[in-house]
């Protein structure tokens, strides 16, 4: 998976502009979710990518300390050319934030956008069980990701792999689910109630307190 998004991290701010149905609002309900604050809180950004979302956290959140993760070192350069001026708000992990040690009640708020959708249930519920772990009480989750109207959909490979036999592994699976498995994922990894903050037909932003 690092390689097909370091293939793609020039373009990918692009890509996700023109594929993503009403991108602004999307990224405007991401950083709405979060409290305007001056205080100097922490953030993790599971995925943070080129950092789309990064605007307009730190508008409502001048003061935060950022963490970001991501398993692209391309995304990584890609980001941190667009933002030179924020490297001492900024602490940036290469790595998959299925295996990076993410802390205990570390973070006032976590935030994934577009990151979480390659996952099958099971890993989700893992990773949304580490992530209210490393949520400090009354920590807020964002997750801005697509989802699905159907339950029956089937993962499909956008990247290509080797089911036949044809290359060095399936890396890349997308797999949304409905908002309603996730709602059922967040309340099985003791999240409390959960707000669908913004929703298109394809795309949602969940807001879930620690």
Not at 52 to 81: F, H, N, Q, Y
Request: net charge negative; proline share 5%.
């Amino acid at each position: 998976m690092d390689r097909f998004f370091d293939e793609r991290a020039d373009s990918y701010d692009e890509h996700m502009r023109a594929e993503l149905e009403r991108f602004d609002a999307f990224y405007a309900a991401v950083a709405d979710s979060m409290p305007v604050t001056d205080e100097p809180i922490e953030i993790l950004d599971l995925g943070i990518g080129t950092g789309l979302e990064l605007p307009g956290i730190l508008s409502r959140a001048p003061r935060a300390t950022i963490t970001g993760i991501d398993v692209s070192e391309g995304m990584l350069d890609r980001l941190r050319a667009k933002f030179p001026d924020a490297s001492k708000d900024l602490r940036l992990i290469h790595g998959s934030f299925l295996e990076v040690d993410l802390g205990e009640a570390a973070y006032d708020i976590v935030i994934s956008t577009m990151a979480l959708h390659h996952w099958l249930p099971d890993r989700k519920l893992s990773l949304y069980r580490r992530i209210g772990a490393a949520l400090r009480l009354g920590g807020l989750f964002v997750n801005g990701d697509y989802v699905e109207d159907s339950s029956t959909t089937s993962p499909l490979p956008t990247c290509p792999g080797s089911r036949e036999g044809n290359g060095g592994g399936l890396v890349h699976v997308d797999h949304p689910l409905t908002i309603q498995e996730e709602l059922g994922l967040l309340s099985r990894s003791g999240f409390g109630p959960v707000r669908v903050a913004f929703r298109t037909e394809h795309a949602a932003v969940l807001v879930a307190r620690r």
